[in-house]
């Protein structure tokens, strides 16, 4: 009678053994699954500190900038470059020379002459059935590549006063460095910001390759309308046949999107107490780059807590400088002359690779593929940094360029 | 009311009888249109079952595949098991599949979900001496998707030449006309299987098919002309190009989006103790490029070829499935290169079964281990800006284990580790998922 018993106990035995293992893996799940990178190695997700409910609009801003993809049903095209904001910035960070822009129009800043033949955009691709825009006779053009899109929110809460304060347009201090800002008329939907100057109906744009942009509703109303032919409105015109449509992306979208580009985090730097890395830093400051990549910078008030009144670390003045010959595409938007760019943000720098497809494609049209070479071209007001950074010895090239890595 | 119960435990029917509710008010809980569908099922077998002693054990009749015969993937439809109601002429079937899963990508969880994925009732007839009806509807995820996935009629002429009409599975590859969750030990479908290929593909058309036997070889064909795809091939939220975001057209049953017909057509060969090989082919023009009479654009053309191969040896121990697919697409070259010319992609399960016994009661239980690789490249091809490789591909690994108390059966915990690459080629997202749910034919 007891052996019968035994076997039976022994199979429930067996069967809560079986249970227990799987609850066992079950509750050990997380350990099974692959573990989230170090925050520093990546350039996407939100600032620290933002409310639950401004963490609620992030993640509408994220969804509509990096899932909603456009197709002809919702108004993709029908000329564009590319179908959804997510294909030119991957993961946040720079883009690769596939999502190329390429803005057309003439070398003088009397404004652009070809806005009724498509300017300044060139539109590289179209809907099926559809030709792609051509860029006109007569015209210059310049290509821009895609640039990383974190920590724009604290780029865009640096007052005109700061700005300001940064250029030198006659070079008084003798420097050979004469940064100006980009004074341009910008479009009725924009309101003026806090802390904003204007001088004779202009107002200093920050963002873009030649600083076209007022703030970030202004680069993204364009970059739906330009990049993805998506009409709001904001810019109801369709770019394909010049006429007002009814609009394709919602305010409310616009909104959210424009709300995650402000609270994207800023890059975080790697191995900050490296000796080496610290090192290069000296260098950086050493040979110049910094009189232009400006170190730190602050932000002003922000209804957002998270951004208001904070020191970041971009590595820009936001002013345009010329850049000399070599670097001289024949184009140009607002006051900036063909030869002038915006200085770049270089946080992020070292994570480039991680967006670019595992390589660099640096400068405004991607044609450095190291960062050496990037430093190589650099002329005009930056050619005597240039020159100081080729008399370097290797061992202090070479700590520079793990600093910029680092960045 | 039996039917119902076949498929509810007796301890459960016992509890909700104690709990005063009928099996048909338990199953009424679920949503509109299974409730719906329920009811006619309900009210269909209710007349017979009135008129029949309620009692009768013998009444519903489960008539299990005959697995004596050689048979082809292509047979898989009628190759189930089916309930037969006493003389109505209709046998029922059909299976269901849920499961919960774990998931994180990149170290990113949605944590825990309960999923029940599908759902499908089969209903088949023998309207005559060779002439047969079989149908399919699939609810998938709940009543999130409803599908007529197949309502065919088959009249055979001969062995050689059977002329089927109706809503049919194109064959395309092996799993899309042999994919009953049931059949396999994995919670998800194979990717190659799913995103390359479109399982499940069916089309509205006609066309013929036949077997030929000698001795332990079977050779069968099929040859359909359908509907076939649509412009969202590369006109789609996938942002690439995608066959099953082209099969996704609520009008595909009642005209064809390019006004001409898509081929479907499929070779297998299969002997009893090597296994069976499979080539399959579809080509059509997908795009509207007339409309109104009015050319809006070149005919584009979407073709995939797939190639299968399964075997079971050691008395069935080891069996191993595999399938390959490759597809080309006409894709304007002003279009954008998100959208490729050409995937590939494919999946290889080995299975074997490592323990058959008695177990609680059931006599030929199994556990199977078994493991499956697989890969799928959206977009086979190089930039024009850069020439460097188009990346977009994904891979993944799934071990399994599989417990079938009865072969109709499957309790299974899989475990999914899986590597994407965005297009640029940029470092791959990492996935793993846990997953441990049932298929179960009814």
Known sequence: ?407 | MKIFTYSYSISSQRRKEREGKTNSQVYFASSAPLRAITLALVLLFGVFSAANAQKDSAFIKRVLPDTAKIKLNMDAVYNRPFLTVGKLPIAIGGYLEANTQYSATDGVSDDFSFQFRRFTLFFSSTIAKKIKFLSEIEFEDGTKEINLEFAAMDIEFHPLVNLRGGIMMNPIGAFNQNHDGPRWDFVDRPISATTILPATLSNVGFGLHGKYFAHNWIVGYEAYLTNGFNDKIISNTENRTSLRAGKSDPDKFEESNSGLPMFSGKIAVRNRKIGELGISYTTGVFNKWKQDGLVLDSKRSATAIAADFSTSQFNNRLYIVAEVAKVFVDVPSTYSQTFGTQQWGGFIDIIGTVVQRKVLGWEKAKLNLGMRLEYADYNIGKFIETGGNIADDVWAVVPCIAFRPVGTTVLRLNYRYQQQHDLLGNPPTKTGIIQFGFSTYF
Not at chain 1, 52 to 74: H, K
Request: hydrophobic content about 35%; glycine content about 10%.
């Open chain 1, 1 to 407: 009678m007891f052996v019968p018993l035994l076997i039976q106990i022994y199979d429930i035995m067996k069967q809560l053994i079986l249970f227990a293992n799987l609850f066992v893996l079950l509750v050990s799940c997380e350990k099974l699954v692959p573990s989230l990178p170090a925050d520093d190695e990546l350039l996407d997700g939100p600032v620290e500190g933002l409310t639950s409910a401004q963490q609620a609009i992030f993640l509408e801003g994220d969804a509509a900038f990096n899932n909603q993809v456009f197709t002809a049903e919702t108004g993709l095209g029908s000329i564009f470059v590319a179908t959804s904001c997510g294909t030119c910035h991957a993961g946040d960070g720079k883009g690769h020379p596939f999502t190329t822009l390429t803005r057309f129009g003439q070398p003088d800043t009397n404004g652009n002459q070809f806005l009724n033949q498509g300017a300044p955009q060139l539109q590289n691709r179209a809907l099926p059935g559809f030709t792609p825009e051509q860029i006109p006779a007569g015209a210059t053009s310049s290509k821009f590549t895609p640039p990383a899109n974190t920590g724009l929110g604290f780029i865009e809460l640096v007052s005109d006063a700061d700005i300001l304060a940064m250029a030198d347009p006659n070079d008084a201090d003798g420097d050979g460095i004469s940064g100006v800002p980009n004074w341009k008329h910008i479009p009725d939907y924009l309101e003026e910001l806090d802390n904003t100057i204007s001088q004779n109906g202009k107002y200093i744009c920050r963002f873009g390759k030649k600083a076209g942009a007022y703030n970030l509703l202004h680069q993204t109303v364009n970059a739906y309308n330009q990049d993805i032919g998506i009409t709001s409105v904001f810019e109801p015109k369709d770019v394909y046949s010049g006429l007002e449509t009814d609009p394709e992306v919602s305010t409310q979208v616009v909104n959210d999107v424009v709300f995650y580009l402000q609270t994207l985090k800023a890059p975080i730097q790697r191995n900050q107490d490296d000796a080496q890395v610290q090192q290069g830093g000296q260098v950086f400051i050493n040979i110049g780059c910094e009189n232009c990549h400006k170190q730190t910078l602050t932000t002003g008030f922000s209804s957002v807590d998270a951004l208001s009144n904070k020191e970041f670390h971009p590595y820009t003045d936001l002013l345009l400088h010329d850049m000399g010959s070599g670097l001289d595409d024949g184009y140009t938007e607002g006051g900036a002359l063909t030869s002038e760019w915006r200085t770049p943000a270089l946080w992020g720098l070292g994570l480039s690779p991680n967006s670019q497809g595992g390589q660099y494609f640096l400068l405004h049209d991607g044609r450095a593929t190291t960062i050496q070479q990037a430093i190589e071209m650099h002329g005009g007001e930056a050619e005597n940094s240039n020159i100081q950074f080729q008399n370097l010895s290797q061992t202090e090239k070479d700590v520079l360029l793990k600093f910029l890595k680092s960045l």
